[in-house]
């Protein structure tokens, strides 16, 4: 495998093949990226007890703006930390609306120096 070898997330076998799935649409790779950081909580992974933006843990938080804000510094800060090489995150927005945490994210890939938006709904 080389540099740009890029797997599916969630990781997916190729039957055919005999080997892990891969993606070959370079956005859609980056959007799997986000979605890994911002669904990970910290300590699952192996070897990076800080990977993470641990989103799923406010499933138990109250619904607040406090919680909110308290998304919106996680989101920012895992993405910079661990795609900051692939992607400029330039603005998250949270919004609590009844049961739901409501993120949008604006960022740049590297890569292409194009913006690209991601819209994440957390169900609380």
């Known amino acids: 495998m080389n540099a740009t070898t890029r797997f599916n997330f969630p990781l997916t076998v190729n ?3 005999g080997r892990l799935g891969q993606e070959p649409d370079y956005e ?3 959007r799997q990226l986000i979605r890994q950081v911002l669904l990970t909580n910290q300590g699952e992974r192996i070897n990076r007890p800080t990977f993470g933006a641990g989103v799923r843990r406010l499933i138990f938080a109250p619904n607040s703006p406090a919680t909110a804000s308290l998304a919106q510094t996680l989101v920012y ?9 692939l992607i400029r995150t330039d603005s ?5 609306d009844n049961e739901r945490l409501n993120i949008a994210i604006a960022y740049t890939i590297l890569a292409k120096r194009e913006q690209r938006f991601l819209n994440l709904e957390v169900t609380l």
């Open 77 to 85: 800060q895992a993405l910079t930390t661990w795609l900051g090489t």
């Open 28 to 30: 859609a790779y980056i």
């Open 92 to 96: 998250v927005q949270v919004d609590s």
């Open 15 to 17: 039957r055919a093949l």
